[in-house]
């Protein structure tokens, strides 16, 4: 069965740098859209940054500038850059994506089980 694996989290200081993954753990025909959430504990998750399959992508205002989202479909594997790292980036950090995985089933959706990213001196 497939699952949705991130990586990459960690404890960073202000003003710096961490890149996140996000790639199935098995075989896998296309993965079409991929989405980064986060959430800290109490509150909402929050939408952060998303990819489509002919690499359009958008950003929450919160982060446009500094996290880039990119993919590379050889791997089937997602990426969040997260650049000029605040505090208020403290979070658990999710991917959600569609994969299809035969050519000839429908996409299904998939969460990953969150990757936790710390900002503080």
């Known amino acids: 069965q497939v699952q949705l694996v991130e990586s990459g989290g960690g404890l960073v200081q202000p003003g710096g740098s961490l890149r996140l993954s996000c790639a199935p753990s098995g075989s896998i025909f296309n993965m079409p859209t991929v989405v980064w959430y986060r959430q800290v504990p109490g509150e909402r998750r929050e939408w952060v940054a998303r990819?489509?399959?002919?690499?359009?992508?958008t950003y929450a205002d919160s982060v446009k500038g500094r996290f880039t989202i990119s993919r590379d479909d050889a791997k089937n594997t997602v990426y969040l850059q997260m650049n000029s790292l605040k505090p208020e980036d403290t979070a658990v950090y999710y991917c959600?994506?569609?994969?299809?995985?035969?050519?000839?089933?429908?996409?299904?959706?998939?969460w990953g089980q969150g990757t936790q990213v710390t900002v503080s001196s």
């Open positions: 990819i489509v399959s002919s690499d359009f992508t």
């Open positions: 959600n994506a569609l994969i299809r995985v035969l050519s000839t089933t429908a996409p299904s959706n998939y």
